[in-house]
């Protein structure tokens, strides 16, 4: 799950940076302003990458994708790049978990002895 929820973490930071260029030019809102709302955003993106392994981490990707969504306030192509990226966070978590099930399933199997 971590590596499906990481690609999505990672491609969201490069969305964020290329909304706060957006922002910037058509928002009306000072600069230091979207470059501080983005910053913090592109580096939740990346810090939970690392988090993901613990407890809150899945809990706090899915604030960011609300975030992400929400954020289309302020640049409206953001509400369809954010539902876009909900649908591919739920798909890593979702398959994520599914794999990472098969794979823990496969390694008991091949770690347990043979009977016949």
Same mark, same amino acid.
């Given at each position: 799950?971590?590596?499906?929820?990481? %690609?999505?973490?990672?491609?969201?930071?490069?969305?964020?940076?290329?909304?706060?260029?957006?922002?910037?030019?058509?928002? @009306?809102?000072?600069?230091?302003?979207?470059?501080?709302?983005?910053?913090?955003? *592109?580096?939740?993106?990346?810090?939970?990458?690392?988090?993901? %392994?613990?407890?809150?981490?899945?809990?706090? @990707?899915?604030?960011?994708?609300?975030?992400?969504?929400? %954020?289309?306030?302020?640049?409206?192509? *953001?509400?369809?790049?954010?539902?876009?990226?909900?649908?591919?966070?739920?798909?890593?978590?979702?398959?994520?978990?599914?794999?990472?099930?098969?794979?823990?399933?496969?390694?008991?199997?091949?770690?347990?002895?043979?009977?016949?």
């Amino acid at each position: 799950m971590r590596t499906l929820c990481a %690609s999505t973490l990672i491609g969201e930071f490069f969305v964020i940076g290329f909304a706060g260029l957006v922002a910037m030019r058509t928002s @009306g809102l000072p600069a230091g302003t979207v470059w501080t709302v983005c910053g913090v955003a *592109m580096a939740l993106c990346v810090l939970l990458c690392g988090a993901l %392994s613990h407890k809150g981490g899945v809990t706090l @990707g899915w604030a960011l994708q609300l975030a992400l969504v929400a %954020s289309g306030l302020v640049v409206p192509a *953001m509400y369809f790049l954010g539902v876009c990226f909900t649908g591919l966070w739920w798909a890593s978590v979702h398959f994520g978990r599914k794999v990472d099930a098969a794979k823990a399933e496969r390694a008991r199997l091949e770690t347990e002895p043979d009977t016949a």
